[in-house]
């Protein structure tokens, strides 16, 4: 069974920074496309950055910039470090991920979610 944990969400002031892990874990094959995305109170989920299986990024408008997508393929694991964060950026954070298991077909998988609150 394939699962993904997204962590490192938490608490910080306007200006702060965040470093948020999404780790893939179980009988994996392959983890293709990933990506990053965030639903505020009241608002729908919305992209909020998505890297490649050949690292190719790309990034919303709104957090270009201030935020990197990368990945370890190695550790089957995905980041998004937050800079020079908003209030606006208070959400909770969904990664997302393409995977093939070992006995299980292509599909995409979703974390549980991170709080990110920013707020002084």
């Known amino acids: 069974q394939v699962q993904l944990v997204e962590s490192g969400g938490g608490l910080v002031q306007p200006g702060g920074s965040l470093r948020l892990s999404c780790a893939a874990s179980?009988?994996?094959?392959?983890?293709?496309?990933m990506g990053w995305y965030r639903q505020a109170p009241g608002k729908q989920r919305e992209l909020v950055a998505f890297i490649t299986s050949g690292g190719s990024t790309n990034y919303a408008d709104s957090v270009k910039g201030r935020f990197t997508i990368s990945r370890d393929n190695a550790k089957n694991t995905m980041y998004l470090q937050m800079n020079s964060l908003k209030p606006e950026d208070t959400a909770v954070y969904y990664c997302s991920a393409d995977i093939s298991g070992v006995s299980t077909p292509r599909y995409d998988y979703w974390g549980q979610g991170t709080q990110v609150t920013v707020s002084s």
């Open positions: 179980g009988s994996i094959f392959s983890i293709y496309d």
